[in-house]
């Protein structure tokens, strides 16, 4: 057992059995259900760490992948690990690069030791196996790590479904035993595409191997939202109740509502920063895309009520005229926006939770149609 690490489940929501929780991490604690912004290469894009902070976000994800690639895990290392390197005291979760190196690799490049891949910016040629990723994850530092998984395509058949996760059980054991920082969590990852029977196997098979929390990956890689909340209904009785439920990659607003009620913990997304560079608000009302004209002369900020720096100082109006003067303040602004909203969604979800009303609210939400 990680003594560095615990979670607890302090109330379950008596409408629908979501979760309210509390992970404990050598860099603080997580109020759980939570909502991660994303800094793939050690930074929340158009953002500063203080910047990040007063958003109220108490977790980052960095991605293990491009790390690897540059600047590299012992330069980060060297430097007193990523929390150091990108000055940013709270806890932080890196992936494993899996969903990277599958997508870049070729079908004959992958094999049971690992996987044979190209970098996307160099082209050198790199191979990526559980011990080395495990190398890679404990030079970084971060509070939590994923195990190394195949990430199989949406549309995979069922055939390739079944190897690709028995293959991500083998390599999960792999993880577990040469992974040996005591300060960091290590996370199996569910797998099996969207075959209930597999994901339920998949959820069984890695509970017995008693991860400190897990993973679901593979899903919102092209199959409908329908098919994704189907998977999360049929692994939720078989996966551990005292671990940390995390799915990966997902995060648009009615997503995190669907998977809260479906008893999911932790969720990641680059939707928040991607979509402010394209000039794309969050608000409660739905989205709203700001470089569109009708925002020209409108003087009200992004989201009435928002309390984040963005709408409390700026009009809708400047922001869209720094959009069309292509000035690079327009996506810091949006993006301290959008992730503002996911942390005041996320904490008004825990406190529905809390109240035992997060039913009522999680309908009231959804019939909004946030995104």
Not at 92 to 107: C, E, R
Not at 207 to 224: K, Q
Not at 336 to 348: G, P, Q
Request: charged share 25%; aromatic share 8%; with cysteine.
């Amino acid at each position: 057992m990680n003594e560095n690490f615990k979670f607890e489940v302090l109330h379950v929501d008596k409408q629908t059995g979501a979760r309210l929780g509390r992970l404990h991490t050598p860099h603080g604690d997580i109020d759980t259900p939570v909502y991660m912004p994303v800094g793939t290469q050690a930074t929340v894009k158009a953002m500063t760490p203080r910047d990040v902070e007063e958003t109220g976000a108490s977790i980052l994800l960095s991605n293990t992948y491009h790390l690897y690639l540059r600047p590299g895990h012992r330069l980060v290392e060297q430097a007193g690990g990523l929390h150091k390197f990108m000055h940013w005291n709270k806890p932080i979760l890196t992936d494993s690069g899996g969903f990277q190196v599958f997508s870049l690799a070729k079908k004959g490049d992958i094999h049971e030791d690992g996987v044979l891949f190209r970098s996307h910016i160099d082209g050198s040629k790199h191979l990526f196996t559980p011990e080395s990723v495990m190398a890679v994850e404990q030079a970084l530092g971060a509070d939590i790590a994923m195990c190394f998984d195949e990430c199989a395509p949406g549309t995979a058949d069922y055939r390739y479904a079944v190897k690709a996760m028995d293959r991500t059980h083998r390599w999960a054991e792999r993880c577990r035993e040469v992974h040996t920082r005591p300060d960091q969590a290590l996370f199996g990852i569910v797998q099996g595409c969207v075959y209930e029977d597999l994901r339920i196997e998949s959820a069984k098979t890695l509970a017995a191997m008693d991860f400190p929390g897990y993973g679901i990956g593979g899903l919102s890689v092209g199959e409908p939202k329908e098919k994704m909340y189907e998977m999360l209904d049929a692994i939720r009785p078989y996966m551990p109740e005292n671990k940390p439920r995390y799915l990966m990659g997902v995060g648009s607003p009615d997503c995190l509502i669907e998977g809260v009620l479906r008893g999911v913990d932790m969720f990641d997304c680059v939707l928040q920063t991607r979509a402010a560079r394209n000039g794309l608000a969050l608000t409660r009302k739905g989205r709203i895309m700001l470089r569109n004209q009708t925002y020209a002369e409108d003087f009200s900020p992004i989201e009435e009520g928002c309390d984040c720096y963005a709408c409390q100082n700026f009009s809708r109006a400047y922001i869209r005229h720094l959009i069309k003067a292509e000035e690079i303040l327009s996506g810091t602004l949006i993006t301290m926006h959008n992730i503002r909203f996911s942390v005041r969604l996320m904490a008004d979800i825990r406190r529905a939770i809390a109240e035992d009303r997060f039913g009522d609210f999680a309908r009231e939400l959804l019939e909004v149609k946030l995104f």
